[in-house]
């Protein structure tokens, strides 16, 4: 069997300035929750996914707001968009689909750990990690776990993250780290770009192994003395980073891969699906 691990939250996202502005009788705004459903059925009907889950962020802060103050927020969202969250998650669940809404954690801490506990069952052929969330990337292995990009169908498995981020999976924490990720809201350090620091952490694999001394990391990376003393001087930010940047994948999410198998819509599907078929398009208003 192969398990489908939907990313809801970027879903919503993609399909709210992907689609036109829709809205309910009641005058909800529903244009992004009724394309991300419409997608789910699509793998389901046609894509021939049997098993899956949906993790979404139920709030957008988490545990990793107290620890980095810059971490991202709900701040600046559009109201139309913010407001269809809880929607989506009443979709997902009457849909019939499993359902992960974060509230501590993300929902990439949640795919994580499902693709962790599915990757243990031998019935699994493979897990697919439907996301193009570079976090994701430390959490494919070998061809078995990988992620895939549904906007243009391409598998990454381990040798697709190794070409794309110059790193293994294991080491993509520390790349982030290194680098930053201005959509989680951390900087990085100075002078750490993609070419560096993929290029020390090939060699070194982690940031606690990387040496003080440049001259012993016989690497092509330029200004590696200045590097290595922003290194040096900012080592603890670079570990906060990285923890930052690690998913948690021992929260729990199901009991079984067989928790995953979808049977069909709920009684309580049809009432919203009729809504939604019923919402009436219109054009988003500017902000």
Known sequence: MNIHLIDGTYELFRHFFAVPSARDAE???????????????????????????????????SFRNRMWRGYKTGAGIDPDLLSQFELLEEAVSALGVMLWPMVEYEADDALAAAAAKAEQDPRVEKVLICTPDKDLAQCVRGTRVV?????????????????????????????????????????????????????????????????????????????????????????????LF????????????????????WKGPTPRFEALARSFDAAKTAKRASR
């Open 242 to 261: 990285r923890d930052l940047a690690t998913l948690r994948t021992g929260i729990p999410v199901f009991d079984s891969v067989d928790d995953l198998t």
């Open 27 to 61: 005058g909800r705004e529903v244009g992004a929750v009724r394309g991300v459903v419409a997608s789910i059925l699509g793998m389901i009907n046609r894509g021939g996914a049997t098993h899956v889950g949906v993790a979404t962020d139920h709030v957008i802060e």
């Open 147 to 239: 992620q895939l990009i549904r906007r243009t169908n391409v598998e990454m498995d381990e040798a697709a993250v190794v070409k794309k981020f110059g790193v293994p999976p294991a080491s993509i924490p520390d790349y982030l780290a290194l680098v930053g990720d201005t959509a989680d809201g951390y900087p990085g350090l100075p002078g750490w770009g993609a070419k560096s620091s993929a290029a020390v952490l090939a060699k070194f694999g982690h940031i606690e192994c990387i040496p003080a001394d440049a001259k012993e990391w016989k690497v092509n990376a330029n200004n590696a003395a200045i590097l290595a003393a922003t290194l040096e001087r900012d080592r603890d930010r670079a570990l």
